[in-house]
């Protein structure tokens, strides 16, 4: 129960910073280039890693971030598939979460670094049934 009301806050948290931004930033299924002007666009920051001395919860991130579609942390499928017991490999995965799947998951190059998007699949790999 605890883990659920973890997931509930977050998505709260991220709404409302979603909701906040409405009308400048593009949704989590728009890439927003259609929006940006040339002056206005600039490289992409790489998101820090543990390695560069900020804690990281995998958790969290995979809340923030694709807990949008893959619901229950996961665990259960939602505008997303059920990710947890997946068949597909390591190297799937992480094509999929780099590369996207055209009208079904955005890409998310150049948001994760590789080492948060081995955790990321460390995290999908240790998914288990939510307590009750």
């Known amino acids: ?16 910073q979603a909701f906040a931004q409405a009308g400048t930033k593009p949704g989590p299924m728009q890439s927003g280039a259609h929006t940006s002007k040339p002056e206005e666009s600039a490289p992409a920051q790489a998101q820090p890693t543990p ?3 900020q ?8 809340a923030t971030s694709c807990g949008w579609c893959h619901s229950s942390g996961g665990r259960e499928a939602g505008k997303g598939p059920k990710l947890m017991g997946t068949t597909l490999s390591d190297d799937e995965i992480m094509f999929r979460i780099r590369n996207g799947k055209v009208g079904q ?3 998310f190059k150049g948001a994760f670094t590789d080492q948060q998007m081995r955790d990321i ?3 999908i790999r240790g998914l288990k049934p939510a307590p009750k």
């Open 1 to 16: 129960m605890p883990f659920r009301i973890f997931f509930a806050v977050v998505a709260a948290v991220v709404s409302l």
């Open 121 to 123: 699949v460390a995290y």
């Open 51 to 53: 390695a560069q001395g």
């Open 55 to 62: 804690s990281m919860d995998v958790g969290a991130l995979f």
């Open 105 to 107: 998951m955005p890409s």
